[in-house]
C-alpha cells in the first residue's frame, strides 16, 4: 500500500465543467493585459489559437495554480504563467520542433521513455540519467521539449510520473542546466504535467545538484519528489512495473525502429523513446515576466 504522500493531490480541485467561467475569465484577461504581444508577434500565433480553442489547456493552468486564495488573484496567476509560457515557446521555437529535424541519436539511444504505470496507474516517464550527455545540450533540450508536447497534448489532462533513474550514472553525466530546465518545463511551461518524481539510487553528485535544484519549488512541488532504491521503490511501482535492475521483474530491453511519424503527428506515442537534457538557467522566470 503506498503511503499518504502518494495519493491524489487533485481530488478537492474543481472539474473542467465547474472552472469553465474561469477559463473563460482567463482568455478575456490574457487578450486585455498582453493585447501588445499578441498583435506584434510576441507569441507564436499557432499558441494564440490554442489558448482560444483548448479549455483543458487553460485548465491545466488553473490547476496548477489552484491554491490562490480568490479568483481574481488565481485568474492572474494563471494569465502571467500562460505569458510565461507562450513567450518562452515562441522563442525556442517549440511548435516547429519534429522528429524529422531532431538528431537521430535521441531516439536510438534510449535515455527517455515512457513505459509502464505507477501504483496509481499513472504513466511513468524513465529517465536513465548515464545516458545524459551535457556537450549535446543543445538538441537534447529539443529532444525533451518533443517528448513533452507528445504526452502533454496527446494526453491532455492525463499527468505523468517521472522515474528519474541515476543507477550507474556518474560525474561525466551530470548537469546542472540540465536539471533546472527540467524542473523548469515542468513547473512553469507544461503545468499540471507530472504527478510526482521517483529519483532512484541518488548519487552524492546528483544529491548536490538536487540540494540546489529543491529551493526552485515550492513546499507542496517538493513533496513530490520522492528518493527512492530497491528497498522502497516497490511501495510506488508494483514489482510487475520495475524494470530488473530495480528490483523488479520487467526485463524489458529498449529498441527503437525508425519508423516515421504521420504527417501531423506531434510528439511521441507510448512506446516511442529518446533521451533528454538542459538549457539555461530561468529559475526566476515567473518572477521576471
Known amino acids: 500500500?503506498?503511503?499518504?504522500?502518494?495519493?491524489?493531490?487533485?481530488?478537492?480541485?474543481?472539474?473542467?465543467?465547474?472552472?469553465?467561467?474561469?477559463?473563460?475569465?482567463?482568455?478575456?484577461?490574457?487578450?486585455?493585459?498582453?493585447?501588445?504581444?499578441?498583435?506584434?508577434?510576441?507569441?507564436?500565433?499557432r499558441d494564440v489559437e490554442?489558448?482560444?480553442?483548448?479549455?483543458?489547456?487553460?485548465?491545466?493552468?488553473?490547476?496548477?495554480?489552484h491554491k490562490q486564495t480568490n479568483n481574481s488573484k488565481l485568474v492572474d496567476a494563471v494569465v502571467k504563467?500562460?505569458?510565461?509560457?507562450?513567450?518562452?515557446?515562441?522563442?525556442?521555437?517549440?511548435?516547429?520542433?519534429?522528429?524529422?529535424?531532431?538528431?537521430?541519436?535521441?531516439?536510438?539511444?534510449?535515455?527517455?521513455?515512457?513505459?509502464?504505470?505507477?501504483?496509481?496507474?499513472?504513466?511513468l516517464l524513465i529517465s536513465h540519467a548515464r545516458f545524459h550527455k551535457p556537450s549535446q545540450c543543445y538538441e537534447a533540450q529539443r529532444f525533451f521539449v518533443?517528448?513533452?508536447?507528445?504526452?502533454?497534448f496527446g494526453n491532455i489532462g492525463n499527468p505523468f510520473t517521472v522515474l528519474f533513474d541515476m543507477h550507474d550514472a556518474g560525474v561525466a553525466n551530470?548537469?546542472?542546466?540540465?536539471?533546472?530546465?527540467?524542473?523548469?518545463?515542468?513547473?512553469?511551461?507544461?503545468?499540471d504535467s507530472f504527478e510526482y518524481l521517483l529519483a532512484f539510487e541518488m548519487s552524492r553528485v546528483f544529491s548536490a545538484i538536487w540540494t540546489v535544484v529543491k529551493h526552485l519549488l515550492e513546499k507542496e512541488?517538493?513533496?513530490?519528489?520522492?528518493?527512492?532504491?530497491?528497498?522502497?521503490?516497490?511501495?510506488?511501482?508494483?514489482?510487475?512495473q520495475l524494470l530488473l535492475h530495480m528490483g523488479g521483474t520487467d526485463d524489458f530491453v529498449y529498441s527503437y525502429t525508425d519508423d516515421s511519424a504521420e504527417d501531423g503527428d506531434k510528439g511521441p506515442k507510448d512506446d516511442?523513446?529518446?533521451?533528454?537534457?538542459?538549457?539555461s538557467n530561468e529559475e526566476q522566470v515567473m518572477e521576471r515576466a
Open 146 to 152: 518533443y517528448m513533452l508536447e507528445g504526452e502533454y
Open 81 to 123: 504563467q500562460i505569458h510565461v509560457s507562450l513567450k518562452w515557446r515562441n522563442k525556442f521555437g517549440v511548435n516547429d520542433i519534429t522528429k524529422e529535424n531532431i538528431d537521430k541519436v535521441f531516439f536510438e539511444r534510449g535515455g527517455m521513455y515512457f513505459h509502464n504505470h505507477d501504483k496509481n496507474g499513472v504513466k
Open 272 to 279: 516511442d523513446k529518446g533521451e533528454i537534457v538542459a538549457e
Open 221 to 240: 512541488e517538493q513533496s513530490r519528489i520522492i528518493f527512492t532504491n530497491k528497498d522502497n521503490i516497490k511501495e510506488y511501482i508494483s514489482e510487475d
Open 1 to 45: 500500500m503506498a503511503p499518504p504522500v502518494f495519493e491524489n493531490k487533485f481530488a478537492t480541485i474543481p472539474s473542467l465543467d465547474e472552472d469553465f467561467e474561469l477559463i473563460t475569465q482567463v482568455r478575456d484577461s490574457f487578450v486585455a493585459k498582453h493585447k501588445d504581444d499578441i498583435a506584434k508577434a510576441g507569441y507564436d500565433p
Open 174 to 191: 551530470s548537469d546542472m542546466t540540465f536539471t533546472k530546465f527540467f524542473i523548469n518545463c515542468l513547473k512553469y511551461y507544461y503545468p
Open 50 to 65: 490554442r489558448i482560444n480553442s483548448n479549455d483543458k489547456w487553460v485548465w491545466r493552468f488553473l490547476r496548477h495554480n
